[in-house]
């Protein structure tokens, strides 16, 4: 969870004790007016009662006095709304006005003789009652109003601010542009703990470090403004404020780190617990609460990772890159382990738009469902050492579902796959291919397997061999991205492929670079001489295909005309190339 949902649901559980009461800060003007007409109608009082004026209705005589019990009335409710809408000074106000009153209904009975009117002191005092009963009422909603707010930003095993308080402090601080520090704390091996010793030793442990913590807080002996929070199991973030220097920083820091140090004695037994910590500083290099908290988090965790007993580390960017290496991964590997890993077949044609057959590429969804692009898996799959699964699987499905094709349109038209160079030369892939073109109905001469250049001439003679081998069976070779690597003439002339492969960015520049486009069709030329068919690679517009039709391309691939498609779409690509 966010740092910034567990903000929003602070606000959320704010408003909703706000809404028990019913002094939803209401406006001051309020106060004033409600308090005017209070008063107003306390003074209009004695000049009604006293009155001489009387109104004729149909008749009748009506004496002005007799409305006096109307705003007697009037005035009580103002009483009871300032009460209960303005707390404290509502209720100390309509308290004294409504005492004030009592003397002068009496002093008004004695003036006229007129026993009928002490009833108004009755009505008084039951009115000073009711506004008692509302305002006791009113402070103890108050009372559980204070302490489910203090629950609600409180760790309750250890009393420190719990997660909620902390990013209310840190968006707080940002929100005025105070530089602070946060400092994530993970302490190492406290499931170990649990599971060992129970968790009421677990409970200790935390009340223990907590409390040392909270002293260093509360006392201010590092000399910084520090806030220190448990986030949540053995999660704690310190904030800290007004250091002058990177040294106070750290002096203040090497002070918490301190305290696990030594050993804590609880009931008797003796103790040791290490943690991780991971630092970043406000503004220079995080500048909003999400990234402030997951980039000390990121450091905290490149901290553990070291093994290394309370090991600190301060937030690089670097970690970022690294993190983003192990989410993809974790989502290779789960997409290999839940057989997720699907390809699309981009299909590529002659000069006249006749099939030729299609280019298997690798095709993995992240947890999202979002496409991860291959040029930013592949690499990783090939650095962490599970290409070759990767590989597989691709080849596999597709190969499968293209020998089904073939068989079933009748049309001869190629696979190619892409297979990396590390796994090529695997003492198993040989086998492997085997025993997929055995389950798959797709006849070797169909298969092409692409090499790209740049990897392939690090171990030539060893990957000549391969190749070799592959070439007997009756399947083609494509040398991938040509004209990237570095080839030299002579090992091109001796390299088995059956087709070149230049490379998009050359075919991208040819249009307007007059070299880019000799460069190409002296790659053509090469490739000719040595018997070799050439396709130009991410092919987008008809210039293109005008001007490779011109230097004597022999294929072309690309969007312009056929982006990488899904099986159902592959298959009407060769139906319709069948019936043509
Ligand atoms: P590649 O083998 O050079 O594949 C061609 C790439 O160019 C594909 O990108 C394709 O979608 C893209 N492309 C084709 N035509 C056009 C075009 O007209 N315009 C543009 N902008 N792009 C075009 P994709 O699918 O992202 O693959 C990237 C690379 O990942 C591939 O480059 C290949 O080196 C590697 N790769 C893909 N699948 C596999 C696999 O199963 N195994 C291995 N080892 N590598 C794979
Ligand atoms: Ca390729
Ligand atoms: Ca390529």
């Given at each position: 969870?966010?740092m910034?949902?567990?903000?929003?649901?602070?606000?959320?559980?704010?408003?909703?004790?706000e809404?028990?009461?019913?002094?939803?800060?209401?406006?001051?003007l309020?106060?004033v007016?409600?308090a005017?007409?209070?008063?107003?109608?306390?003074?209009?009082?004695?000049?009604?009662?006293?009155?001489?004026?009387?109104?004729?209705?149909?008749?009748?005589t009506?004496?002005?006095?007799?409305?006096?019990?109307v705003?007697?009335?009037?005035?009580?409710?103002f009483a009871?709304?300032l009460?209960?809408?303005?707390?404290?000074?509502?209720f100390?106000?309509?308290?004294?006005?409504?005492?004030?009153?009592?003397?002068?209904?009496?002093?008004?009975?004695?003036?006229?003789h007129?026993?009928?009117?002490?009833?108004g002191?009755?009505?008084t005092?039951?009115?000073?009652?009711?506004?008692i009963?509302?305002?006791?009422?009113?402070?103890?909603?108050?009372?559980?109003?204070d302490?489910?707010?203090?629950?609600?930003?409180?760790?309750?095993l250890?009393g420190?601010?719990?997660?909620?308080?902390?990013?209310?402090?840190?968006?707080?601080?940002?929100?005025k542009?105070q530089?602070?520090?946060?400092l994530s704390?993970?302490l190492?091996?406290?499931?170990?703990i649990?599971?060992?010793m129970g968790f009421?030793?677990?409970?200790?442990?935390?009340?223990?470090?907590s409390?040392?913590?909270?002293?260093?807080?509360?006392?201010?002996?590092?000399?910084?403004?520090?806030?220190?929070?448990?986030?949540?199991?053995?999660?704690f973030?310190?904030?800290?404020?007004?250091?002058?220097?990177?040294?106070?920083?750290?002096?203040t820091?090497?002070?918490?780190?301190?305290?696990l140090?030594?050993?804590?004695?609880i009931?008797?037994?003796e103790?040791q617990?290490?943690?991780?910590?991971?630092?970043?500083?406000?503004?220079?290099?995080?500048?909003?609460?999400?990234?402030?908290?997951?980039?000390?988090?990121?450091a905290?965790?490149k901290?553990?990772e070291s093994?290394e007993?309370?090991?600190?580390?301060r937030?690089?960017?670097?970690?970022?890159?690294?993190?983003h290496?192990?989410?993809?991964?974790?989502?290779?590997?789960?997409?290999?382990?839940n057989?997720?890993?699907?390809?699309?077949?981009?299909?590529?044609?002659?000069m006249?738009?006749?099939?030729r057959?299609?280019?298997?590429?690798?095709?993995?969804?992240?947890?999202?469902?979002?496409?991860?692009?291959?040029?930013?898996?592949?690499p990783?799959a090939e650095?962490?050492?599970?290409?070759?699964?990767?590989?597989?699987?691709?080849?596999?499905?597709?190969?499968k579902?293209?020998?089904?094709?073939?068989?079933?349109?009748?049309?001869?038209?190629?696979?190619?796959?892409?297979?990396?160079v590390?796994?090529l030369?695997?003492k198993?892939?040989l086998?492997?291919?085997?025993?997929?073109?055995?389950?798959?109905?797709?006849?070797?001469?169909?298969?092409?397997?692409?090499?790209?250049?740049?990897i392939?001439i690090?171990?030539?003679e060893?990957?000549f061999?391969?190749?070799?081998?592959?070439?007997?069976?009756?399947?083609?070779?494509?040398?991938?991205?040509?004209?990237?690597?570095?080839?030299s003439?002579?090992?091109?002339?001796?390299?088995?492929?059956t087709l070149?492969k230049?490379?998009k960015?050359?075919?991208?520049?040819?249009?307007?670079?007059a070299?880019?486009?000799?460069y190409?069709?002296?790659?053509?030329?090469?490739?000719?001489i040595?018997?070799?068919?050439?396709?130009?690679?991410?092919?987008?517009?008809?210039?293109?295909?005008?001007?490779?039709?011109?230097?004597g391309c022999?294929?072309?691939?690309?969007?312009?005309?056929?982006?990488?498609?899904k099986d159902?779409?592959?298959?009407?690509?060769?139906l319709?190339?069948s019936?043509a």
């Amino acid at each position: 969870m966010t740092m910034n949902n567990n903000n929003s649901e602070k606000r959320i559980l704010e408003k909703t004790l706000e809404n028990l009461s019913f002094a939803k800060n209401p406006p001051k003007l309020g106060l004033v007016l409600l308090a005017m007409l209070y008063l107003a109608s306390y003074f209009a009082m004695p000049f009604l009662v006293n009155s001489p004026f009387a109104v004729d209705y149909n008749g009748t005589t009506i004496g002005i006095d007799s409305f006096a019990g109307v705003l007697s009335s009037i005035f009580n409710v103002f009483a009871i709304f300032l009460t209960l809408y303005y707390g404290d000074v509502g209720f100390s106000i309509s308290v004294v006005v409504l005492i004030l009153n009592i003397p002068m209904i009496i002093s008004n009975v004695m003036r006229n003789h007129n026993l009928g009117n002490i009833s108004g002191v009755f009505t008084t005092l039951v009115t000073i009652l009711t506004l008692i009963v509302i305002y006791v009422n009113n402070k103890r909603i108050e009372k559980y109003q204070d302490k489910l707010m203090k629950q609600a930003v409180t760790d309750i095993l250890t009393g420190l601010p719990n997660r909620f308080a902390c990013a209310e402090l840190v968006e707080d601080l940002i929100k005025k542009n105070q530089p602070f520090a946060v400092l994530s704390i993970n302490l190492n091996g406290f499931s170990d703990i649990n599971d060992t010793m129970g968790f009421d030793i677990g409970n200790e442990v935390l009340m223990e470090i907590s409390s040392k913590w909270k002293l260093i807080a509360d006392m201010e002996v590092s000399g910084t403004l520090d806030f220190i929070a448990r986030l949540g199991g053995d999660e704690f973030a310190l904030v800290i404020r007004k250091y002058k220097n990177e040294k106070e920083l750290m002096n203040t820091i090497n002070m918490y780190r301190d305290v696990l140090g030594y050993k804590l004695l609880i009931h008797d037994y003796e103790i040791q617990v290490s943690a991780s910590y991971g630092f970043v500083e406000f503004p220079s290099e995080a500048k909003d609460v999400d990234s402030i908290f997951s980039f000390s988090n990121r450091a905290m965790l490149k901290a553990k990772e070291s093994k290394e007993e309370n090991n600190l580390l301060r937030f690089n960017e670097e970690m970022l890159i690294d993190r983003h290496i192990t989410e993809l991964e974790n989502e290779i590997k789960a997409a290999l382990q839940n057989n997720t890993i699907y390809y699309s077949l981009q299909p590529q044609f002659d000069m006249n738009h006749k099939l030729r057959g299609f280019e298997a590429l690798a095709r993995i969804k992240d947890k999202r469902g979002n496409n991860i692009s291959p040029g930013e898996f592949i690499p990783i799959a090939e650095k962490k050492g599970f290409i070759d699964k990767v590989d597989l699987v691709v080849f596999k499905k597709a190969a499968k579902f293209v020998g089904k094709l073939i068989q079933e349109s009748g049309c001869d038209f190629t696979l190619s796959i892409n297979i990396s160079v590390k796994h090529l030369m695997k003492k198993h892939f040989l086998d492997e291919l085997k025993d997929i073109l055995d389950v798959s109905d797709l006849p070797p001469h169909n298969l092409e397997i692409e090499i790209t250049e740049s990897i392939m001439i690090e171990s030539v003679e060893k990957a000549f061999k391969c190749i070799g081998d592959l070439k007997a069976m009756g399947i083609q070779i494509a040398i991938d991205d040509f004209g990237t690597g570095y080839s030299s003439l002579s090992y091109l002339f001796n390299f088995p492929a059956t087709l070149l492969k230049v490379d998009k960015s050359f075919i991208d520049k040819m249009d307007d670079n007059a070299s880019s486009r000799k460069y190409v069709e002296t790659i053509i030329s090469l490739g000719h001489i040595m018997g070799i068919d050439v396709l130009a690679e991410g092919v987008e517009t008809e210039d293109q295909i005008e001007t490779l039709r011109a230097i004597g391309c022999d294929y072309i691939q690309g969007y312009v005309w056929g982006k990488p498609l899904k099986d159902k779409e592959a298959r009407e690509v060769v139906l319709e190339a069948s019936n043509a």
